[in-house]
């Protein structure tokens, strides 16, 4: 990651889920972590592709997604990426946490996005990748 900015891939079919995930981040997560950006993707073979060209810091994949799930995808990336980026799964149900271990993600967020606990649980993932104390 540069200092200048954290690049967060966002992954969900839902044009509204990825402008709600937008608006929580804002530009930057944490006043002692560099801005992000946000790349947005809709479907599968695009975030594959994606991580196949590198230089994100961090994922953010909606469990909901159809017809990929953002619970399967992360279980994919970890099994196949040998360093891939810490991966935060969105999920809709508290029982779906079990799934979101099974899978390896970093850490999960509940529907609906909260603009309070998705940027805080974002800006606690970068600051681990970075090595920074909170």
């Known amino acids: 990651m540069s200092d200048e900015t954290a690049k967060i891939l966002l992954y969900s ?5 990825r402008e709600q995930v937008r608006l929580a981040l804002g530009r930057r997560v944490a006043s002692d972590l560099p801005e992000i950006e946000v ?12 991580m196949d060209a590198g ?5 953010i994949l909606d469990g909901e997604a159809n017809p990929a ?3 399967g995808l992360c279980k994919q990336l970890k099994d196949e990426i040998a360093e891939c980026p810490p991966i935060l799964v969105l999920i809709i149900r508290v029982a779906d946490s079990w799934l979101a271990t099974w899978s390896r993600a970093d850490a999960v967020s509940m529907y609906p996005v909260d603009p309070v606990r998705l940027p805080s649980a974002v800006a606690d ?10």
């Open 13 to 17: 079919d839902d044009r509204t889920t």
């Open 39 to 50: 790349y947005e993707t809709a479907t599968q073979p695009a975030v594959l592709s994606a």
């Open 55 to 59: 230089g994100f810091d961090l994922l």
């Open 69 to 71: 799930g953002g619970i």
């Open 125 to 134: 993932l970068l600051r681990a990748r970075l090595g920074r104390a909170a």
